[in-house]
């Protein structure tokens, strides 16, 4: 009898809780309504892919038309998702640059991928912060795993594995990753004094006139000041003089100046030029300085074991990185960021208050990446570097970089055939810089009538104070025929 009396209350008393809680109001999106919003957006992103070609790689857009369009205030009430979804194709579409377009060829590619985006998605949907490893163990240790993939994948030294002294992490761009090795490097020559009682205004870092712009920002960010960076002379073929590097790091020393970091570029933003990493590497040895590599995007073409010589030399740097989101099939963000000494990293960025201590931190048997980076928080990007290694394979991979590479290389030679344009720098990987003979004037012309038909879409540099045209090829659906088209457009527009 009491046992039956108490399963009565305690089902009427379920029954209760049930009805309040069905009764109680809720704006969050269902399981079901999410859904079948999901399978709506998948199927959105799937038709895009399927007709990107049909848009202007160029937005046509112009300044403060999405806003002229959009209400002045947020909505009060609820809005049906179908509705938000069609704004996505009225109102935004128009603004997008499509960067995923196979007729992409400024910058440098910042491509993605089926399973990248799945990957993501996944990363969006588990919603972590895994700034520690307790507080998402899945997510610190398939980074590390996979990050000890690469380093063979990519032919890199040892002791960039996990298993040795250093070990990988990513991070969000190149840019962060220049930063960090800045900042390990100012530690590691002022024993750790900046950390506690900041810069003297004594210490300098080197780079070459062509060094993507980051490190300057860095520069400044870390306290060295954009003055304390030395711009290094460079070649012929654009890549840092190592004579000028060691006459200038001499000079500074004479003068007082405290030298504490070099960084050396793989493929430089202008012209891909790639820097004589073993110099830089004995002369960084010479004066004990921190040797960073910058690889963002050439890194991918290691990938394929012809293109291994761009890492020659690295076996002496004290860090390295290469962004998968440039030429690897991984959506953006996506850096990953090698160090020789994990220890010199860690102490120069770990902070560590009560709030964060907890029992697998204190037994030092796992790694906590938020001592590897600036920002305590980070998103499990893991998991969408390891669904594209996984879906393309190795050989997947190789495939595609040889064929970018290829088609690059093919256009080298129509410029070269065509006496109204030249070749301005050597063509390694996937980046062609050209330009007509006629003058700067007809170059930005040129590009600029391209671009605004939409057909396609270059950028520019400037080389020996000439007006350059670039044209990239790397975005993740850009086959040989997009290339020979682009060449038949430069033609035809040349022509005209």
């Not at 006139?209 to 060295?224: D, W």
């Not at 410029?415 to 990987?429: H, I, Q, S, T, Y």
């Amino acid at each position: 009898m009491f046992d039956y009396s108490f399963k009565h209350l305690f089902n009427y008393s379920f029954k209760q809780r049930t009805t309040a809680v069905a009764d109680e109001k809720s704006f969050h999106m269902t399981p079901d309504e999410f859904r079948r919003h999901g399978h709506a957006v998948i199927d959105w992103i799937a038709d895009y892919y399927s007709k990107i070609e049909s848009f202007p790689v160029l937005s046509q857009s112009k300044p403060g038309q999405l806003r002229s369009q959009l209400p002045p205030a947020a909505p009060e009430q609820s809005e049906p998702f179908d509705a938000i979804l069609r704004d996505i194709e009225n109102l935004i579409l128009p603004g997008i640059t499509h960067w995923q377009s196979p007729n992409f060829f400024a910058y440098f590619p910042c491509n993605a991928s089926g399973p990248a985006i799945l990957g993501d998605l996944l990363s969006s949907g588990f919603g972590i912060q895994g700034m520690l490893w307790a507080t998402s163990p899945a997510a610190t240790e398939l980074e590390t795993h996979v990050l000890d993939w690469l380093v063979p994948m990519l032919g890199l030294p040892e002791k960039f594995l996990s298993t040795s002294t250093g070990g990988g992490v990513i991070q969000d761009t190149a840019s962060s990753a220049s930063l960090c090795a800045l900042l390990a490097g100012r530690e590691r020559a002022t024993h750790y004094a900046t950390n506690a009682r900041g810069c003297t205004g004594n210490l300098v870092a080197y780079c070459s006139t062509q060094t993507h712009s980051s490190v300057e920002k860095a520069a400044k960010i870390a306290g060295l000041g954009a003055e304390n960076l030395r711009g290094i002379a460079v070649d012929e073929k654009f890549a840092i003089r190592p004579g000028a590097l060691a006459q200038q790091i001499a000079e500074d020393k004479s003068a007082g100046r405290i030298p504490c970091f070099v960084c050396a570029t793989v493929g430089t933003t202008s012209s891909n030029a790639i820097d004589p990493v073993p110099e830089i590497a004995r002369i960084c040895r010479e004066h004990n300085l921190w040797l960073h590599v910058d690889a963002a995007m050439s890194g991918t073409a290691a990938l394929c074991p012809e293109f291994r010589y761009i890492h020659a030399g690295v076996e002496h740097a004290d860090s390295y990185c290469f962004n998968p989101h440039k030429w690897m099939f991984t959506n953006f963000d996506c850096d990953v960021f090698y160090v020789a000494d994990r220890k010199a990293l860690i102490q120069t960025l770990s902070v560590l208050p009560e709030y964060l201590r907890n029992q697998a931190t204190e037994s030092g048997a796992v790694i906590d990446y938020r001592d590897w980076h600036i920002p305590l928080g980070r998103r499990f990007r893991a998991l969408k570097l390891w669904f594209v290694i996984r879906h393309y394979g190795v050989e997947g991979l190789q495939h595609h970089i040889r064929e970018h590479v290829a088609s690059a290389r093919q256009f080298a030679e129509w410029v070269k055939e065509d006496d109204r344009f030249e070749l301005a720098a050597p063509v390694p990987l996937n980046l062609v810089c050209f330009r007509l003979k006629a003058g700067d004037a007809a170059n930005q012309s040129l590009m600029e009538r391209f671009n605004r038909s939409g057909d396609l879409y270059l950028t520019h540099t400037k080389l020996n104070d000439r007006f350059t045209l670039r044209l990239s090829v790397g975005q993740t659906n850009t086959k040989h025929r997009h290339v020979e088209r682009a060449w038949k457009r430069i033609q035809e527009e040349a022509g005209r």
